[in-house]
């Protein structure tokens, strides 16, 4: 099984911009699909973005859309979320997670530690 390991979090202003990056190994990353998910305290774990290496199809949940890019880079092994115009309901522990597609988005069959994302207004 992968393991997964996100970095680049922090605290950041309202409107400001972060890049998170999830190191993967154990496996070959180009043969997996790959995600990102949040999680605010009391609420539930949201999907966020998703990538299929295979066929280098994305999907966006709404809540992100036009603001978060997921990308890879098959020779570091890592997937990265570009997240723009931060908000401060975006505060949570982001996720990294592997799985298939397109069932990662929904079920994934690892997960990262999570990395946490403040946005102070």
């Known amino acids: 099984q992968e393991q997964l390991v996100e970095s680049g979090g922090g605290l950041v202003q309202a409107g400001g911009s972060l890049r998170l990056s999830c190191a993967a190994s154990g496996r070959t990353f180009s043969l997996i699909a790959m995600g990102w998910f949040r999680q605010a305290p009391g609420k539930e774990r949201e999907f966020l973005a998703a990538?299929?290496?295979?066929?280098?199809?994305?999907r966006y949940a709404d809540s992100v859309k036009g603001r978060c890019t997921i990308s890879g880079d098959n020779a570091k092994n890592t997937v990265y979320l570009q997240m723009n115009n931060l908000k401060p309901e975006d505060t949570a522990v982001y996720y990294c997670a592997a799985g298939v597609w397109p069932r990662v988005t929904t079920t994934p069959t690892n997960w990262g530690q999570g990395t946490q994302v403040t946005v102070s207004s």
């Open positions: 990538i299929n290496w295979s066929g280098g199809v994305t």
